[in-house]
């Protein structure tokens, strides 16, 4: 079991920047492909980005690429999602999320633990 805890969400203005982490529990994280995806106000959860258990092998939502990067540290057991050129169009809740697979999957159902989420609001 993988419990997994993020972090970082907050209020900005359009064009800042923000960092999220998502910290995870067990000696499995470096074996675990990881992923970030959100869910706006009245909307479906979708993809934001996915990273294999390397970091070797990343995937961005074109809605995303350019703006934002995720990384991820074994060592420490925390994956980070850097945020910046945020746009309103970016609020929602992030969730991150991991798969015991070690490779990248930009789909939601391939994933088998879920954080409890962490808001950012952007402001125009």
């Known amino acids: 079991q993988v419990q997994l805890v993020e972090s970082g969400g907050g209020l900005v203005q359009a064009g800042g920047s923000l960092r999220l982490s998502c910290a995870a529990s067990?000696?499995?994280?470096?074996?675990?492909?990881m992923g970030w995806f959100r869910q706006a106000p009245g909307k479906e959860r979708e993809f934001v980005t996915t990273i294999n258990w390397s970091g070797s092998s990343t995937y961005y939502a074109d809605s995303v690429k350019g703006r934002f990067t995720i990384s991820r540290d074994n060592a420490k057991n925390t994956l980070y999602l850097q945020m910046n050129s945020l746009k309103p169009e970016d609020t929602a809740v992030y969730y991150c999320?991991?798969?015991?697979?070690?490779?990248?999957?930009?789909?939601?159902?391939?994933?088998?633990?879920w954080g409890q989420g962490t808001q950012v609001t952007v402001s125009s």
């Open positions: 067990g000696r499995t994280f470096s074996t675990y492909a």
């Open positions: 999320a991991a798969r015991r697979v070690a490779s990248a999957n930009i789909v939601e159902y391939a994933y088998d633990y």
